[in-house]
């Protein structure tokens, strides 16, 4: 988009209709993919305008959308089925190597020491909580809770109840 000569105002692509559809994200890393997929509409439409007017030929568009940023999006939609699942094995059952523990050795392979002992852990896991332990977990910027969030529906939803 940057070849657009200076004398030469192209706005962006916008749908006219854009498909709405409701989001169920499961968590922050949810909330990422719908982000990235946000981010690769926008390569996708400005993909198009460059096409349409002229900066890429139809091997270059088809390259673009297809075979790179469709591989890379398909790969982020197949990565939870690689994703070998949960144990259920705590760091207590690691700690006591019991059964639980064994068998996640062997399904998962080994954990690194520093995961065992809790001294690294993803920026978005949640809080542990712990026995006695009334403080309440703090929010993405640290002073608000999810409960602070608010998310409209796209669509208005009839209630089934009142007919």
Known sequence: MEAIPEGLDVSRNLSQQPYVTPVFTGGQFGWKAVMLLMDYDGIVRDVLLAHHIGLLGNNQRQQMIRVQGGHAMRSLCNFPVKFPGFSGATRDDFAANNAKARAAREKFGE?????????????????????????????????????????????????????
């Open 111 to 163: 954990l690194p020491q520093d995961i065992l002992e809790g001294t690294r852990r993803s920026e978005f896991a949640p809080a542990i909580h712990r026995d006695g332990d009334q403080s309440e977990p703090m929010g993405l910027l640290g002073d608000a809770s999810d409960e602070d969030v608010e998310v409209t529906p796209a669509q208005p939803q009839s209630d089934e109840s009142s007919r």
